[in-house]
T-cell receptor, first 119, second 117 residues
């Protein structure tokens, strides 16, 4: 597609329920990232997928968080047994191929985010 | 460890004037890239400008320019001729060669810019 697409755009869930957030990256982008942004805060890295390589899960805050990427394209971030502190905007981003820092064209493009509220 | 610092939580600027948003960074890797993103109230992160550590000249993109001072490890964003639509939160971010294999961008805490008419 033209840009990174995320769904749902807004989700209100009860504490203890599981939620799934979906990300559809820009066509042809092999790298996909999930970030979390709490109210008024900066972005916190969660997980990174690059092609068929093992994902970098170093940013996942607990084992309640998991993500998968099927067919090298769409990704799903799952939060199990949601807690109120999970309330945040979850941003997905994608970029082309392996990072080549000297090439400014390898920019990370973000979706509009999924706003999660746990009540 | 990599770190990005934005010391200005909020800034005001008069319409049509220029404004500088500060960003300092810390990395031990000689190869890195610096990014600025704009986040309006809608929440989308909009890429503005990129500076590579080996770039000889400061990056410019329209009204945006990056004042890159490598020795000071600073990468300030300059917005010229501010417009009301520039009101947003601005994030500085960095990725170094060590994190390029993981793709991780490290973000600062952001600066909220308000443009006054």
């Amino acid at each position: 597609g033209a840009g990174v697409s995320q769904s749902p755009s807004n989700k209100v869930t009860e504490k203890g329920k599981d939620v799934e957030l979906r990300c559809d990256p820009i066509s042809g982008h092999t790298a996909l990232y999930w970030y979390r942004q709490s109210l008024g805060q900066g972005l916190e890295f969660l997980i990174y997928f690059q092609g068929n390589s093992a994902p970098d899960k170093s940013g996942l805050p607990s084992d309640r968080f998991s993500a998968e990427r099927t067919g090298g394209s769409v990704s799903t971030l799952t939060i199990q047994r949601t807690q109120q502190e999970d309330s945040a905007v979850y941003l997905c981003a994608s970029s082309q191929g392996r990072d080549r820092l000297i090439f400014s064209g390898n920019t990370i493009y973000f979706g509009e985010g999924s706003w999660l509220t746990v009540v | 460890a990599q770190k990005i610092t934005q010391t200005q939580p909020g800034m005001f600027v008069q319409e049509k004037e220029a404004v500088t948003l500060d960003c300092t960074y810390d990395t031990s890797d000689p190869s890195y890239g610096l990014f600025w993103y704009k986040q309006p109230s809608s929440g989308e992160m909009i890429f503005l400008i990129y500076q590579g550590s080996y770039d000889q000249q400061n990056a410019t993109e329209g009204r945006y320019s990056l004042n890159f001072q490598k020795a000071r490890k600073s990468a300030n964003l300059v917005i010229s001729a501010s417009q009301l639509g520039d009101s947003a939160m601005y994030f500085c971010a960095m990725r170094d060669a060590g994190s390029s294999n993981t793709g991780k961008l490290i973000f600062g805490q952001g600066t909220t810019l308000q443009v006054k008419p």
